[in-house]
């Protein structure tokens, strides 16, 4: 038998135990509300290619889940967490990205380095004749929208001009009086010749090999593959070595890369067949003359266009 002594004191300490678990016990998850605050920044890690997103925030706010956990300063969860703000550290494709100007950039180097028109980009970024950047000037390449402005443009028909007196000279005369005025040489290709002699060691693939390598000798000389204006003249593109980018027409580029030496500068004006450059190494070491044609920006197969030899 217990005594009433004994009874109290018993009592008395289940009391104690329970007021002292009541102190330390938490109430179950969903009783504690939605939103809990964790320290330090959060790490999210995307599944995607678009890369990864670093939220910066001290207090981010993170949803009740299974990744609800003691968190450290920087932790990497599940990209299905919702935090805000979010920044993306990593963009493909050229839609939405900028270009950073270096020492030694120009606008033609910059749409060459992109596989973009030059007048595009420069209408993308409200650049005018002669086009001039800075260093450090973020370029955006997302010409996408002033391609579909122009291509809208080009569906009409031309502009008419009221003056009948110069339709001889100018253009030809529409049925209702006027001139439709026609862009003569602008936009005229050249008559193409080939920049060396040498025997073609690797094709045009449009995803791959974007012109035609030329195999030579170092210090072979390398001829204008028509006439036209020198755009660029430099090392500053990656992966192509000494540059040498010449202006045709408005259409019409051409290219020569991994030059051993550069004869042209920037702003010469060139005949078809004139010696431009020498024949140097690609970074393999392998002696070659590397040679584009681009038409409006686009990356096109030489081959359909240099005459047959």
Request: charged share 20%.
């Amino acid at each position: 038998m217990v005594s009433n002594i004994e009874k109290t004191w018993l009592v008395a300490i289940v009391t104690a135990v329970l007021v002292s678990c009541g102190n330390s016990l938490q109430a179950p998850v969903s009783e504690q509300g939605e939103w809990q605050v964790a320290n330090g920044p959060i790490i999210v890690s995307s599944d995607t290619p678009a890369g990864s997103f670093r939220v910066q925030e001290s207090t981010p706010a993170i949803f009740n889940s299974e990744y609800n956990k003691p968190i450290g300063e920087s932790t990497t969860i599940s990209s299905g967490i919702s935090s805000n703000p979010i920044v993306s550290e990593s963009l493909s494709g050229v839609a939405g990205q900028t270009h950073r100007v270096r020492a030694g950039d120009n606008l033609m180097s910059i749409a060459f380095q992109y596989d973009v028109d030059f007048r595009a980009l420069a209408r993308a970024n409200a650049l005018d004749p002669p086009y001039t950047i800075f260093v450090d000037q973020e370029i955006n390449l997302d010409v996408s929208r002033v391609v579909d402005q122009q291509t809208e443009r080009n569906s009409q028909l031309g502009t008419i001009v009221t003056d009948n007196s110069v339709a001889r000279a100018q253009g030809t005369l529409s049925r209702g009086g006027g001139l439709i005025r026609q862009t003569v040489g602008s936009n005229r290709e050249p008559d193409w010749g080939w920049p060396h002699q040498g025997r073609i060691v690797r094709g045009f693939q449009a995803d791959v090999n974007k012109g035609i390598d030329i195999g030579g000798e170092v210090g072979e000389p390398v001829f204008a593959a028509g006439p036209g204006n020198v755009v660029y003249s430099g090392g500053g593109v990656q992966g192509s070595g000494n540059l040498i980018i010449i202006r045709h027409s408005d259409k019409y580029l051409s290219a020569y890369a991994h030059n051993s030496e550069m004869l042209v500068v920037e702003g010469s004006r060139v005949r078809a067949g004139e010696k431009i450059a020498e024949i140097g190494q690609n970074p393999s070491g392998v002696a070659m003359l590397h040679f584009e044609i681009r038409v409006d920006g686009q990356s096109v197969d030489p081959i359909g266009l240099l005459p047959k030899r």
